[in-house]
């Protein structure tokens, strides 16, 4: 348990549908992070938010639309995927600061999306 | 960011100390050297972090030369469960948040 919860745990969608990725953090951390976990890649930063302020977009695709109404909880929201989304998509908390920081993040277990 | 250098795999017996170095030349005088550790469809998980010299906790030690363009990740005794991939970040200001993973060093441990 790393203190770090996501659901669901699998998800399988098709392309026209909407649905959302659920994180939430108990450890009191300030910032939240999104990657993306093709197979047999390695892990693709998304989103950070720090402070629920969005601080890195990594050229996302709009049909990835994240939220983060308070530093305790993140929200991926879906819509319109393709195929090639399918992957492991990884939330994670850090108690950080933008300098010099110590950054040591903290991984959920991940949801396993499969887009149909 | 600085990049990070790793070797692709390694295989290893149990019982045996497994050393996995990584080269960053690029590293800033503000950055750590964070070691995380992943197995399959799981989210990685900390093992270790210093900034110069060495550095141990119950599960690993981290050795920094001086110049800290490298740093080599040691597992003492390591055991079948330890199979995984090993990423090695290096990180802090002027990156900040932005966290490049790469493609990390598979560890094969064999009976």
């Known amino acids: 348990e790393t203190g770090v919860t996501q659901t669901p745990r699998h998800l399988v969608m098709g392309m026209t549908n909407k649905k959302s990725l659920k994180c939430e953090q108990h450890?009191?951390?300030?910032?939240m992070y999104w990657y993306k976990q093709s197979a047999k890649k390695p892990l693709e930063l998304m989103f950070v938010?720090?402070?629920?302020?969005?601080?890195e977009n990594n050229s996302v695709p709009s049909r990835f639309s994240p939220e983060c109404p308070n530093s305790s909880h993140l929200f991926l929201h879906l819509h319109t995927l393709q195929p090639e989304d399918s992957a492991l998509y990884l939330c994670?908390?850090?108690?950080?600061?933008?300098?010099?920081?110590?950054?040591?993040?903290?991984f959920g277990a991940g949801t396993r999306l499969s887009v149909l | 960011l600085a990049k990070t250098t790793q070797p692709i795999s390694m295989d290893s017996y149990e019982g045996q100390e497994v050393n996995i170095t990584c080269s960053h030349n690029n590293i800033a005088t503000n950055d750590y050297i964070t070691w995380y550790q992943q197995f399959p469809s799981q989210g990685p998980r900390f093992i270790i972090q210093g900034y110069k010299t060495k550095v141990t906790n119950e599960v690993a030690s981290l050795f920094i030369p001086a110049d800290r363009k490298s740093s080599t990740l040691s597992l003492p005794r390591v055991s079948l469960s330890d199979t995984a991939v090993y990423y090695c970040l290096v990180g802090g200001e002027p990156g900040g948040f932005k966290t490049i993973f790469g493609a990390g060093t598979r560890l094969f441990v064999k009976a």
């Open positions: 450890l009191g951390h300030n910032a």
């Open positions: 938010y720090n402070f629920k302020e969005q601080t």
């Open positions: 994670a908390s850090s108690q950080g600061t933008p300098r010099g920081s110590k950054n040591i993040q903290y």
